[in-house]
């Protein structure tokens, strides 16, 4: 039987272990809540480092690449030029390929026969006499539908869409230039016809006139300045 000193002793060793159980219990809690592991704290840190947007690009969304310097300049000469209308355009390659399709046909019938040639061969409409006559071969050596056919070959080429958008000096000088030798040729073409031989020939006559209208066209954007001159700003209205 324990004797009082005993009891004492043992109430107060009960308390002791009491108390240290609470303080031990203290230092594993964070305001009455356990404390989370260590090694639950490692996975969130990397899973928070490799979080999409945070340092590394998301997967499936390529970056567009930066516009070159190059591009930069062609769209901004493009704003800032008089574009070239779609009709004048249009216009000009059908006229072109009208041209092409005849001096093919008078190509044709001067290296085989005139017969094929669906023109009057009497009056002063005569096709035939026209086309065989000696002025029909410029310096004894050149066919003049030869020489009408290289012409159209050619301003089919600088009279399509892409010629006329280009931004080179070059297409625009031989397209102005070409079409000034060309009607300077058909008028020389036409005096001999009707001054020379006394005689017309239809089918030349068509391509005596698409090249006239060709060659207004032609000389029309080069007056307005497509391609070359800044167009107006829109947002500079004058001031009534």
């Given amino acids: 039987m324990a004797t009082p000193k005993q009891a004492r002793g043992q109430g107060s060793a009960a308390r002791g272990a009491t108390s240290g159980g609470g303080t031990a219990k203290k230092s594993n809690t964070r305001g009455g809540r356990p404390d989370a592991p260590p090694s639950a704290a490692a996975p969130r840190a990397q899973r928070d480092k490799t979080r999409p947007g945070q340092g590394r690009p998301r997967p499936g969304r390529p970056r567009a690449p930066a516009p070159s310097a190059r591009d930069t300049e062609a769209t901004a000469a493009d704003a800032g030029t008089l574009r070239v209308p779609r009709w004048l355009q249009i216009t000009t390659l059908v006229l072109s390929l009208g041209g092409l399709a005849d001096s093919i046909y008078l190509t044709i019938a001067h290296y085989t026969s005139t017969s094929i040639l669906a023109c009057s061969d009497k009056g002063t409409i005569n ?91 032609i000389v029309f954007a080069a007056t307005a300045g497509y391609g070359v001159k800044p167009a107006a700003d829109p947002r500079l209205k004058p001031r009534r």
């Fill in 127 to 217: 096709c035939a006499l026209v086309t065989t006559s000696p002025e029909s071969i410029v310096f004894g050596i050149f066919p003049v539908a030869v020489l009408g056919l290289a012409f159209y070959v050619f301003m089919v080429a600088v009279n399509t869409p892409w010629a006329w958008q280009a931004r080179l000096p070059a297409i625009r000088w031989a397209r102005l230039g070409s079409v000034i030798v060309g009607i300077g040729f058909v008028l020389y073409l036409v005096y001999t016809e009707v001054i020379t031989l006394d005689h017309i020939c239809l089918f030349c006559t068509y391509v005596h006139i698409i090249t006239l209208l060709l060659f207004g066209l």
